[in-house]
């Protein structure tokens, strides 16, 4: 990769492909937290990994990871019973740390805004977990598509997520509701599903489900986003469907992790089509391999590859990846 060969979202470069990791530093994370048994309060720049991080998370895939501003505060009032509120007064995307001209209304560096994060977690038996949430985003200075007005992002979401695991079996579902925020010009009114079943068999764990994130009425795209989400692992690590194609999408796959040669690796088939109006968008491959590297504690390498195929040149375009990794742990 050439110096400059690239579109890091602020140097102008369109010509090429998007590698959101533009060079630059800034503060990751600076709080203040107390403690006291299994409850805490957190006030300052920090991570907010909520659940499997499908709603909001910290990406910490990419170079910049994405921090909150804000105050969080976390109860176990019983031992069964966990809450988990978070107030956000700016987020620190991975589009960090500065704007440039090339900054377009749906990559800002920063997103201020008052939202509301609120995740209550119910261990309803030794083989089933409830979490229901309520996720008040105001983000008024960012938009779902760089020609959509601001404010097309901040929406009320309110889901239910059941998950589970019972010998070798491991199941979840989960079902939300998005509407949009008063403060959005666009009235939004869809829905999220999930079905997801895995199996685990001499080391070998296997994992089939299906995902749909629904298209939205009327023009522009309204259809279900997740802007603060790790977006990474979901529908493909060929990364085309990071924000939600108008008419939606369902996803639905099948993968395996499997330990080889003192290492593992993964395995992913994804087929993807519109929620709504027909048609195909198209499929795609996912592979990885993670082994410790001999002689080094706590370094590791990593290749990755992802091979997407597009089955309407219209919607989507065939897209290839490939990625090689090390990292090291102290």
């Known amino acids: 990769m050439g110096e400059g060969r690239y579109n890091d979202t602020r140097n102008g470069e369109r010509q090429y492909p998007v590698i ?10 600076a709080l203040l937290r107390y403690t006291s048994g299994k409850n805490s309060a957190t006030l300052g720049r920090q991570r907010i990994n909520l659940g499997n991080q499908r709603f909001v998370g910290g990406s910490a895939w990419r170079q910049n990871e994405q921090t909150y501003d ?42 201020g805004g008052h939202s509301h994060l609120l995740n209550i977690g119910w261990k309803i038996a030794p083989a089933l977990a409830a979490s229901a949430y309520y996720y008040e985003l105001d983000l008024d200075r960012i938009a779902v598509t760089a020609t959509a007005p601001l404010g097309t992002l901040s929406s009320r979401t309110t889901g239910l997520r059941l998950e589970g695991a019972q010998g070798a079996w491991s199941y979840a579902a989960e079902y939300a509701r998005q509407h949009e925020l008063d403060s959005n010009p666009w009235q939004l009114d869809s829905r999220y599903l999930l079905a997801e079943f895995g199996y685990k068999v ?14 939205g009425e009327g023009s522009g795209n309204r259809a279900f986003q997740t802007p603060l989400a790790t977006k990474h692992i979901f529908q493909g690590w060929a990364d085309v469907f990071l924000t939600t194609p108008a008419q939606g999408i369902d996803d639905a796959y099948v ?15 994804h087929d993807f089509s519109p929620e ?30 992802a091979r ?16 090689v990794q090390l990292q090291y742990t102290y």
């Open 255 to 269: 993968g395996a992790t499997v330990p080889l040669a003192g290492g593992s690796l993964q395995a992913w088939y």
């Open 70 to 111: 804000g105050v969080r505060l976390q109860f176990a009032p019983v031992e069964q019973l966990a809450i988990d509120y978070s107030f956000i007064d700016n987020i620190n995307t991975v589009f960090g740390p500065d704007d440039s001209a090339a900054t377009t209304a749906a990559n800002p560096s920063d997103i």
């Open 308 to 323: 997407y195929r597009s089955d309407d040149p219209a919607r989507t375009v065939d897209t290839d990846k490939v990625w």
């Open 276 to 305: 709504r109006g027909g048609g195909s968008y198209g499929d795609e491959i996912d592979m990885s391999y993670a082994h410790p590297i001999p002689g080094v504690k706590g370094l590791a390498g990593l290749l990755k590859l």
């Open 202 to 215: 001499h080391g070998v764990a296997l994992k089939a489900g299906y995902e749909s994130l629904g298209g």
């Open 20 to 29: 959101a990791d533009r060079a630059g530093a800034e503060i990751n994370q």
